[in-house]
């Protein structure tokens, strides 16, 4: 892994950057749908078989064409994507979103893909929605987050939806939900609808159902779990919607942890389109 790792800073707050950016015209080989509006992408491409994750939870850009348009990728090279992105013309600009690698084949070159759809309120949803195998999409390799293994001790992982294939691709790092947990991991996760944990082993995860705005479960819950077993918390992984994720950081801080310990990701924000 570290192989492609530009730098690894010395707190475990920041993510991984990585050296270079490959890029990946992919087709889609399969589409499943995982329930409560969870998808799973499955993504192939030749070159994937040579793709080397930086970390666990390694994170691409989704490069969706527009609807009847080929697939045009920006220039691999610079490290604005957006700005490369936004150069192409309207008509074959494909839509950019951010996404987790949930697993990597590099014997079949694919990766699988986990979107959380909320019907057409985005490009990145109405694109995966419709999605069919056959279609073309690019990927665009761009880092990963967790730092976990350097942590050592106690950690905890707080997550939505939206970061529940990030916390499986993590536990499976580790050798898989019981292994993770024998290593001190802790995991706290708030979604809408249970069911869309049906897909995963997150073993004996806290699952906290959330009626409200985010965070309005998990945070609570979070707090009374940190006060109820005290102990210095060595690291910290906190990624979803802005709020919950921010908040998360906020409790462990409160609690004691270091906040150079903590990382925390708005992988997505109530109300407001991904930059
Ligand atoms: C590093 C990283 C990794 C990520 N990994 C994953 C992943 O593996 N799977 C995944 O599903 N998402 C993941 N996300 C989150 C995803 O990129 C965002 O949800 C993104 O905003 C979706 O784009 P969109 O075009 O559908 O919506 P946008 O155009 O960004 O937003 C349009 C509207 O939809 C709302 N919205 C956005 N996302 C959601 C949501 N999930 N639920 C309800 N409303 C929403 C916004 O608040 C806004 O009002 C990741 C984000 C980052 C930064």
Known sequence: MSAVA???RADASTGIVRADFPQYAATVAEVHDLG????RLVCEAPGLRDFVPCGPDEYVGLLMPPAGAPLVLPDPEPVNVRATVAALPPAWRPALR???VREHDPVRGRVDIDVVTHGDSGPGST???RARPGDAVGIRASGALYRGFEAGGRQ????DE?????????LDAWGGADDARDH???VHVEVADPRVLDAYDLGDARVHVRRGRPGSAVLPALDAELARRPGPVAYGWACGEASLAAGARRVLVRHGTDRRGVFFCAYWKVGRPRP
């Open 6 to 8: 530009r730098e690894r």
């Open 36 to 39: 409560a509006g969870m998808r």
């Open 98 to 100: 951010w996404y987790t």
């Open 127 to 129: 694109w995966v929605s």
């Open 156 to 159: 905890v992982l707080v997550a």
């Open 162 to 170: 939206t970061a529940v294939p990030s916390v499986a691709a993590i």
């Open 184 to 186: 001190g991991v802790e």
